[in-house]
């Protein structure tokens, strides 16, 4: 590696799991940096920045107008409507 290059450190499952249910648990009661330094375990900013990454880029989360984090991830509903088939994908 070179001196200019910079390690990525990927989060463990164990820890983006952790961080999936207790948003689940506590669906829009916590901005960003307060979920942080609520979660049952500590870890580093950097890390859970990663995670709330890959949340939002999966569309399991979002924010609400109060910047809140919100789970959104539905495999139910996702399910019910992929079935319908009067249903049309554009």
Known sequence: ??????????????????????????????????????LPKKMMYQTFCTIIGYLQDSGKIATDPDNKICWIYNPELIKHYLDNTNLKIR
């Open 1 to 38: 590696m070179s001196s200019g290059t910079r390690a990525v450190h990927s989060p463990q499952l164990d820890t983006v799991l952790m961080v999936e249910v207790f948003i689940r648990e506590h669906s829009g009661e916590y901005k960003k940096r307060a979920l942080w330094e609520n």
